[in-house]
């Protein structure tokens, strides 16, 4: 009997079946005719099945379920990172209690143990004898900023950024914070310039800023130095220390006043 009629099969047993079971009881190859190999089908399964094409891609849809699933689990977890220690504090009645303990002694042994590993957290005077010593051959471990500093009191810009110098030296005692005169750095350095700041690593000057025009001038504040830190990559991004947005209006109140009373004190230069 040849294949060419399947009129005399029973009406149970389909055309397809037929052509199945004799395609798979040859021993040679077969062109299979298949219209769709994507489609979801039954006589596709078969084919899949003895592995005449293969099998389907996962679904994209279940794919993105699954990253978004995974997002939202990671998220959940992280979800207290970056926060200060009176944040932590303020979820008190949101967050489980033990767990919310943990967290912020976690969080304190990091503080400690970054604060007993780091050999900085002052602004250091600098002496031009010293300058080779302790900023250029000290970039070598760490990152070194310094501020060359005005001579007048009535540098608004200056006077700040020693105020802001002082806060970020105590915040990331693992960076080197510096200052000295502008003209007692170099001779016959233009007042106009300062204050000046240079970010130095490997014994090199990573970054030059002359002025905090581009900082936010008279409205700079230690989020600015942060955001120049990341950028130069003395703190990473994800830094838990770094200043959330919300405090950067108290911060920079309460370095302008610390300022103004700066401001009706003797010159420290003198």
């Known amino acids: 009997m040849g294949f060419s009629s399947f009129s005399s099969f029973p009406d149970t047993y389909t055309h397809k079946e037929v052509f199945k079971d004799t395609i798979l009881a040859m021993d040679f190859p077969v062109n299979v005719p298949v219209d769709n190999p994507n489609a979801d089908t039954e006589w596709n399964d078969i084919l899949r099945k003895h592995g005449i094409i293969p099998e389907r891609p996962p679904?994209?849809?279940?794919?993105?379920e699954e990253a978004l699933t995974e997002a939202a689990r990671l998220a959940h977890e992280n979800r207290?990172?970056?926060?200060?220690l009176d944040e932590l504090s303020d979820l008190e009645d949101d967050e489980d209690e033990e767990f919310l303990a943990s967290y912020r002694e976690r969080r304190l042994a990091e503080l400690n143990l970054l604060s007993k590993n780091s050999p900085h957290g002052t602004v250091?005077?600098?002496q031009k004898p010293d300058y080779a010593r302790d900023v250029t051959e000290a970039s070598n471990s760490c990152y070194v900023l310094v501020h060359l500093a005005s001579a007048s009191q009535g540098n608004v810009e200056s006077a700040l950024l020693t105020n802001i110098w002082r806060e970020a030296a105590g915040k990331y005692p693992d960076v080197k914070f510096?200052?000295?005169?502008?003209?007692?750095?170099i001779e016959g350095y233009p007042e106009r310039n300062c204050p000046t700041v240079l970010v130095y690593k490997d014994t090199e000057i990573k970054r030059q800023i002359v002025t905090l025009k581009t900082m936010g001038g008279v409205n700079c504040s230690l989020s600015d130095v942060e955001k120049l830190l990341v950028d130069v990559g003395a703190v990473k991004m994800n830094d838990f220390r770094l200043l959330r947005k919300q405090d950067k209006e108290e911060?920079?109140?309460?370095?302008?006043?610390?300022?103004?009373?700066d401001d009706d004190d003797d010159d420290d230069w003198d």
């Open 124 to 126: 250091y005077p600098l």
């Open 178 to 185: 510096c200052e000295m005169r502008g003209d007692l750095a």
């Open 80 to 84: 207290l990172e970056g926060k200060t």
């Open 251 to 261: 911060r920079q109140s309460s370095i302008r006043a610390s300022t103004k009373k």
């Open 59 to 64: 679904s994209p849809t279940k794919q993105i």
